[in-house]
């Protein structure tokens, strides 16, 4: 299947340090998507990087992506503990444009 | 700051029934979804819609659900005969142009079928 996969399926970590997270993929994107959702919640959308990208910033987030390894990565720098959450990470594919591709996600723990 | 709003929160309904899942996406967004994610999975593509019709569907999306946008602001997923597997959180989402933009989602429907 095409769907993204997260590792690690669980993260756990103190407030204050890094936390990375990492999506593998199968064929060619269009799009990779990063996701949070809090316990029982919406999916709330982090950041958006296209397959010309290699890497973007938004605030503490830093997402890389490589095509050639068909992967990307989400770091989140001085974590604090209201990150605790599930992380997604979807894909678009450059024929199907619209439907994300989900992965099983990485459940984020920060200990205050 | 717009948003995805979806009603009811929270239904329970029995076996057979149907269910009708009702969002309001952002107003000037131009593509439609729904994703559903059961207890535990991940989060599943249904349907998109655009331009008053559906342009994708998966597996999923079989005879048994139906998509509409019955005006210029409600877009709606229905569930004509609702079985127990149908239990789920369902997302609605909306994005600008397409999937080449982000996708906003809802705060989710938790459908419970008894």
């Known amino acids: 299947s095409q769907q993204g996969e997260e590792d690690p399926q669980a993260l756990s970590i103190q407030e204050g340090e890094n936390a990375t997270m990492n999506c593998s993929y199968k064929?060619?994107?269009?799009?990779l998507q990063w996701y949070r959702q809090n316990s029982g919640r919406g999916l709330v959308h982090l950041i958006l990087i296209r397959s010309n990208e290699r890497e973007k910033h938004s605030g503490r987030l830093r997402v890389t992506l490589d095509t050639s390894k068909k992967s990307s990565s989400l770091l989140i720098t001085a974590s604090r503990a209201a990150d605790t959450a599930s992380y997604f990470c979807?894909?678009?594919?450059?024929?199907?444009?619209?439907?994300?591709?989900f992965g099983r996600g990485t459940q984020l723990t920060v200990w205050p | 700051e717009p948003e995805v709003t979806q009603t009811p929160s929270h239904q329970v309904t029995q076996m057979g029934q149907e269910v009708i899942l009702r969002c309001v996406p952002i107003s000037n967004h131009l593509y439609f979804y729904w994703y559903r994610q059961i207890l535990g999975q991940k989060v599943e593509f249904l349907v998109s819609?655009?331009?008053?019709?559906?342009?994708?569907k998966s597996e999923i999306f079989d005879d048994q659900f139906s998509v509409e946008r019955p005006d210029g602001s409600n877009f709606t997923l229905k569930i004509r005969s609702t079985k127990l597997e149908d239990s789920a959180m369902y997302f609605c989402?909306?994005?600008?142009?397409?999937?080449?933009?982000?996708?906003?989602f809802g705060q989710g429907t938790r459908l419970t079928v008894v």
């Open positions: 819609f655009y331009n008053n019709e559906i342009s994708e």
């Open positions: 064929t060619s994107i269009n799009n």
């Open positions: 979807a894909t678009v594919l450059g024929s199907t444009l619209g439907r994300l591709y």
């Open positions: 989402a909306s994005s600008a142009i397409d999937g080449a933009t982000e996708a906003f």
